[in-house]
């Protein structure tokens, strides 16, 4: 009948209902774990080895956030989640965009200078400078996709060399476009209007504090979505995948390599374009030389830590945000530097990185035993004309 299921007993013979892979989930699950007690284990010798009060500090990291350190760690994890995909697209391709905060920092002084003109009314203005941004990130990264695919001059070594003109070239263009601010040394672009700016939303309901989260929250989610969607159901994501894994495999396939490598350049700078923007958007509303600095490099570990899984590189976003916030209290709480915080960031992504290396390395070794016991149990049928 049509559409009826089959009985079981049309199940072809041998084959089993699918179950849960508890060797693979157990695998999963020991890579961060591992990495987490590497992680604590070595940050606990290096207080030792400084005399520094090891009780104090881990009681003030593990302590739990006051309610406006909770907005600050979503509208922190929001930002970073952004730099951190726009890295991992680059990640995916075998390529290390190393220029995200270059990049960044072109597109939202573009994004700033456009928006302040308000040449659109409202939400019009918002959406054409977020395309402004995309398009200035997108650009700035496509230079270092074109000395690659052109000149085969390493992405590493050009993105980090754009970084440093990206600084001093939006240094040199703010200073002939800024706005001087009465009763300080700050310079800004021409603020944006009140109806191109982009409201908090209040939690005062869920926790009581005033502060709010960044409106622009739901671009982040809206972002990891399509890296999602076009990495694991799209063609080009297919090939983006392929030719990062293997190039030689790729061109064997059909894949044109250095289109490739253009067009995700250019999508990672793209990507890398909106990190700034719930900051211009939601907090500063303008940009200046107090513009929040180093997130493109932060999105590197994070997409680190993440292994380029959007939902990986979300929690990994929230964990650097919420180091952040429990350090400010260090000093003061612990009395020691803040800057421990930083150590123990990379002490993290260090133990992921060899954490999963040997989870990795162990499954392989797991599957190889597997196989192999599997096959030594098969009967190997004899065949008409086969020798003995």
């Known amino acids: 009948m049509s559409g009826a299921q089959p009985p079981p007993a049309t199940r072809a013979p041998g084959t089993r209902a699918p179950r849960i892979d508890v060797r693979r989930l157990g ?8 990495a987490v007690l590497v992680a604590f284990v070595v940050t606990t010798i290096i207080l030792v080895v400084a005399k520094d009060p090891v009780g104090a500090v881990w009681s003030q990291l593990f302590k739990a956030p006051l ?3 909770i907005v600050a760690i979503v509208n922190a994890a929001t930002v970073f989640y ?5 890295v991992a697209i680059g990640f995916r391709m075998n390529l290390f965009n190393i220029g995200v905060d270059g990049q960044y920092r072109v597109a939202a002084f573009a994004a700033a200078v456009f928006a302040g003109q308000g040449w659109l009314p409202g939400w019009l203005n918002i959406l054409a400078a977020l395309v402004v941004a995309m398009l200035a990130g997108g650009l700035w990264a496509g230079i270092a996709g074109l000395l690659k695919v052109g000149r085969g001059v390493s992405e590493v070594i050009s993105t980090i060399m754009l970084n440093s003109i990206a600084t001093f070239l939006v240094s040199f263009l703010l200073s002939r476009v800024a706005v001087r601010v009465e009763g300080s040394n700050a310079v800004n672009t021409k603020p944006l209007a009140e109806g191109s700016r982009v409201p908090g939303i209040s939690v005062d309901g869920l926790i009581a504090t005033p502060s709010k989260v960044y409106g622009l929250v739901f671009l982040a989610v809206v972002v990891g979505i399509l890296y999602w969607f076009v990495l694991a159901r799209t063609r080009f994501g297919f090939d983006l995948r392929a030719t990062g894994r293997s190039e030689t495999a790729a061109v064997a ?16 700078g793209g990507a890398a374009g909106l990190v700034g923007m719930p900051l211009l958007f939601g907090q500063d509303y303008a940009y200046g030389d107090t513009f929040q ?8 570990a994070i997409a680190l830590l993440g292994r380029n899984n959007p939902i990986g590189i979300g929690f990994a976003a929230l964990l650097w945000a919420y180091l952040d916030a429990q350090g ?9 530097s803040d800057r421990l915080v930083l150590v123990i960031q990379g002490v ?4 992921v990185v060899i954490a999963y290396e040997l989870v990795r390395r162990a499954g392989i070794r797991m599957e190889q035993r597997r196989v192999a016991s599997q096959l030594a149990a098969r009967p190997v049928p ?5 020798p003995a």
């Open 27 to 34: 695998l999963a699950l020991a890579a961060p774990l591992l």
């Open 67 to 69: 309610p406006r350190q």
């Open 82 to 86: 952004l730099s951190a995909i726009a």
């Open 253 to 268: 396939s059909g894949v044109k390599v250095k289109r490739m490598v253009l067009t995700s350049m250019a999508i990672s």
């Open 293 to 300: 600095s180093g997130l493109g490099f932060a999105g590197i």
């Open 328 to 336: 400010n209290g260090l000093q003061i709480n612990a009395g020691v």
């Open 348 to 351: 993290i992504v260090l133990s």
């Open 382 to 386: 004899a065949t008409e004309g086969s």
